[in-house]
C-alpha cells in the first residue's frame, strides 16, 4: 500500500499567486482530512470529507482557501490569493469508516512557503 | 469548542529512565490518539484508545484513557534516545457512528539524553 499522497512536498511562491495542493489517499478509505501545522497555531484541521462529500469546513480560514473532492482517489486544496501568514506544512489523511478505530492516516505533508 | 490540553510541553530526560506525559480534554469523548511526529516528518500513529480504561502498550510505550476524568496518560519506560520525537494527543467528537476531525494538543516535544 503506498499510503497517502501528496504533491508537491514543498512549494515556493510569491504573495498573490494561485497555489495549489494536491492529495490521494489510501484506496478505498472514505474520509479525507486537510490539516495545517504552523509554529504559533500548531496543527489545525481545514476540513474534511465522506465520501468525496464536504462534511466540515468550518476550520478554512477565509475564503482565499477552497477544496474539492472530484472523485474517491483525488482532493486538491486551493488558496487564491496565497499570502504570507499561509506560509505551513499541509497534511492530508485519510481514514475508513466500518475499521472500529477510525485511524488517520497522515501523508508526508507539503511545506509551503509564501514570500 | 473542545480544547486539548498537554503537558509537559517540553521534556527533557535521561536514559533509563521513566516519565508519563499527560493529555487532559475539555468535552466527552470516547476516542483518544496519541501520534508521533520526527522534526521534518509527518505524523506516525502510536495509539488509539476506544472506550474508559483502555490501556494499550507497545515497547517502552504505554497509553491509558480515562474518559471521566477525560485524561489520557502515554507513559514512557527505561527511555532511550531513539524515543527522541514531538509526541501528540487527539480527540475527536464522532458521533452516530462517523469520523469527525481530530483536534490535536500542542505536543510534548521529548529529547532523550544519553
Known amino acids: 500500500d503506498a499510503g497517502v499522497i501528496q504533491s508537491p512536498r514543498h512549494e515556493v511562491t510569491e504573495m498573490g499567486q494561485e497555489v495549489t495542493l494536491r492529495c490521494k489517499p489510501i484506496s478505498g478509505h472514505d474520509y479525507l482530512f486537510w490539516y495545517r501545522q504552523t509554529m504559533m497555531r500548531g496543527l489545525e484541521l481545514l476540513i474534511y470529507?465522506?465520501?468525496?462529500?464536504?462534511?466540515?469546513d468550518s476550520g478554512m480560514p477565509e475564503d482565499r482557501f477552497s477544496a474539492k473532492m472530484p472523485n474517491a482517489s483525488f482532493s486538491t486544496l486551493k488558496i487564491q490569493p496565497s499570502e504570507p501568514r499561509d506560509s505551513a506544512v499541509y497534511f492530508c489523511?485519510?481514514?475508513?469508516?466500518?475499521?472500529?478505530?477510525?485511524?488517520?492516516?497522515f501523508g508526508p505533508g507539503t511545506r509551503l512557503t509564501v514570500t | 469548542e473542545l480544547k486539548v490540553e498537554q503537558n509537559p510541553l517540553f521534556l527533557s530526560m535521561q536514559e533509563g529512565k521513566n516519565y508519563t506525559i499527560y493529555c487532559n480534554y475539555s468535552t466527552t469523548s470516547d476516542r483518544l490518539y496519541w501520534y508521533r511526529q520526527d522534526p521534518g516528518k509527518s505524523l506516525e500513529s502510536l495509539f488509539v484508545?476506544?472506550?474508559?480504561?483502555a490501556v494499550k502498550q507497545e515497547g517502552r510505550l504505554m497509553a491509558s484513557l480515562d474518559t471521566k476524568a477525560r485524561l489520557s496518560t502515554l507513559h514512557i519506560t527505561a527511555a532511550v534516545h531513539d524515543l527522541s520525537a514531538t509526541y501528540f494527543c487527539?480527540?475527536?467528537?464522532?458521533?452516530?457512528?462517523?469520523?469527525?476531525?481530530?483536534?490535536f494538543g500542542k505536543g510534548t516535544h521529548l529529547i532523550i539524553q544519553p
Open positions: 484508545l476506544l472506550s474508559n480504561g
Open positions: 487527539a480527540v475527536d467528537l464522532y458521533s452516530g457512528g462517523g469520523a469527525d476531525g481530530l483536534t
Open positions: 470529507f465522506n465520501n468525496n462529500v464536504p462534511i466540515d
Open positions: 489523511a485519510s481514514s475508513l469508516t466500518g475499521v472500529s478505530s477510525y485511524e488517520q492516516y
